[in-house]
């Protein structure tokens, strides 16, 4: 029995099944051995499986779905059938047409099918499909193979991966990359445990995601698309960041893909809350899964007078209204908010702010170096936030601003020898949120222009032309700094979402022209997406 009522729900058993058509009968020997790891979405660590097997989680599903209401299940078989059937006949009228999907389609070799999703899966989180169709197209010409990949440098990496943000995302999956080909004879492990128990950067999103698209193993994922469509589908009112809401997701994720297409029911599932059950409009008289929506009902229900809703009515359905006994309903202290709609699910999840951080930093250049004027760039450690990436020399601040020009200074000075502190110009300051960290940057200039040119190179620093600057691998906000930089000389400078930028003269008179915002990082997923929880960047 799949789900439903008050009988126990037990998993189905995990096998391996055919792909989708293009892979058909060329589809190679699979291989059972595996393993896995990763960092992401919904708790992947709570509910980890303890043996190879997954059969802890099972057991573990079972006691979750004896606890939990019938009204946040599917009735019977023939209701998940039904769901089933309806988003993937949705799913293939209406899918986008994107490159890795044509990539994975049309890969008959495993390893090279599973690279594929790999990357789109890694590139995906937290940033916006249209971002990524760029990105991802010139990383498949570059590194068409995990051989190609693993054999690459941290620091090409990092130069192709500039602007995408979270730059961990990059270097995990290029550890990924190189572990597969040093240490499992260049086969992408097989299942969903094996990808994360094995592979740095992988979680139980994305080994999930590459099992099922890839090798058409039967497992659920929920990332945050996902988690809104079953939210609303099954009237989950409760913190979906909680444990016990995430594992009944997952659950229900398990409970509802499709034993002969699960790598399409998934992407279906998420392209759904891509495209129609949308965070904010969604498009109900779109939704394929409309009649077994209990957010619709609970909307229609909702518009119906009074007396046609009496608690008891046979033809109304509820859980356990405002009683606070169901862990999968809204606390009763958040009543229903009729100006949301179906937007009353999923409950946003309370986030930290991030901690504000001040950083000096200064665009030190040489105007007249022999071959054009040359900025001084140096090296992030290998570790930690945007690691491995070039930036101008900047120290942390206290965010008064007391002794900033001092300590700034003595930093450009340990990189290039004495200079003229009067040359020193603040400029004006850059604000950019990263995951965790609100950073706001101070940012100077200093043009050592009529004196000898600097031609001593510390280790980890480099003078570039603006040409080489533009093409390496410096982070977004870095650019935005320069842009600061060179505003003083053209009089304009932007700023975006994430990044704000502004100098004393616009501070002091803020005009569209001087304050203009610009996106550069993907506002994906900020509330519902899954989130990289050390990729912080
Ligand atoms: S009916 Fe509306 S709320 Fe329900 S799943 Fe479809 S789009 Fe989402
Ligand atoms: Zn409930």
Redo the contacts with the bound molecule.
């Keep these: 029995r799949e789900g439903g009522g008050s009988t126990p729900y037990r998993a189905p058993r995990i096998v391996m099944k055919k792909p989708r058509a293009a892979v058909g009968s060329r589809r190679r020997k699979q291989t059972s051995s595996g393993e896995e790891r990763e960092k992401h979405a919904l708790s992947s660590s709570q509910a980890r499986p303890t043996t190879p097997d997954g059969q802890a989680r099972r057991q573990e599903e079972v006691v979750l779905q004896a606890s939990v209401s019938p009204y946040h299940q599917f009735r019977d078989t023939a209701e998940v059938t039904v769901f089933r059937e309806s988003l993937l006949s949705w799913y293939d009228q209406k899918k986008r047409d994107l490159p890795w999907r044509r990539r994975a389609e049309g890969e008959v070799d495993l390893d090279r099918r599973a690279y594929a999703v790999w990357v789109s899966e890694v590139m995906l989180q937290q940033t916006q499909v249209a971002t990524v169709i760029d990105y991802y197209t010139r990383w498949m010409q570059k590194w068409p193979t995990l051989q190609d990949l693993a054999s690459a440098s941290l620091e090409e990496v990092n130069q192709l991966w500039a602007g995408l943000g979270y730059y961990s995302r990059g270097r995990r999956l290029q550890e990924g990359a190189r572990k597969v080909v040093e240490e499992l004879r260049g086969h992408v492990p097989r299942t969903a445990e094996t990808l994360q128990r094995l592979l740095p950067g992988v979680g139980r999103y994305t080994a999930g995601a590459i099992a099922s698209i890839a090798f058409g193993q039967v497992t659920g994922v929920v990332d945050g698309n996902v988690v ?2 079953l939210c ?2 099954r009237g989950i009112g409760a913190d979906p960041s909680n444990t016990f809401v995430s594992q009944q997701l997952w659950s229900l994720a398990q409970q509802l893909v499709d034993p002969a297409r699960p790598g399409d029911f998934n992407q279906a599932a998420m392209e ?2 891509a495209i ?3 965070p904010q409009h ?3 008289s ?5 009649s077994l ?4 009902q609970r909307v229609e229900r909702e518009r119906l007078p009074a007396s046609q809703s009496l608690p008891g009515s046979p033809d109304v359905e509820e859980c356990a209204p405002n009683t606070g006994q169901c862990q999968l309903c809204a606390p009763p202290t958040e009543p229903w908010d009729q100006s949301l709609g ?2 009353n ?1 999923p409950r946003k999840a309370s986030r930290k702010p991030p901690r504000a951080e001040c950083s000096a930093t200064c665009v030190l250049e040489q105007p007249g170096a022999p071959g054009g004027a040359r900025i001084l760039l140096v090296q992030r450690p290998n570790s930690g936030l945007l690691a491995g990436l070039w930036e101008f020399p900047s120290v942390t601040v206290d965010p008064s601003g007391r002794h900033q020009r001092k300590a700034l200074l003595q930093e450009l000075q340990n990189w290039a020898g004495p200079l003229p502190a009067t040359h020193l110009h603040h400029l004006g300051q850059v604000v950019h949120t990263f995951s965790h960290i609100k950073l706001t940057y101070q940012v100077y200039g200093l043009a050592l222009e009529g004196q000898a040119p600097v031609t001593v190179t510390a280790p980890g620093a480099r003078w570039l032309t603006r040409e080489e600057f533009h093409t390496a691998a410096v982070s977004t906000a870095m650019k935005k700094v320069f842009r600061v930089y060179e505003g003083q000389q053209s009089g304009t400078c932007k700023s975006s979402k994430r990044s704000q930028v502004s100098t004393p003269s616009s501070r002091k008179k803020p005009s569209p022209g001087q304050q203009v915002l610009d996106r550069f990082f993907r506002p994906h997923i900020p509330t519902d997406a899954p989130r990289l929880n050390s990729a912080a960047q």
């Excluded at 779109?286 to 409309?290: A, L």
């Excluded at 929506?293 to 619709?296: D, E, K, T, Y």
């Design positions: 809104r469509v609303r589908v759904l809350g129609v059950c949308t969604p498009h109900c779109q939704c394929p899964v409309q929506c209990r957010a619709h179906v937007a699910f």
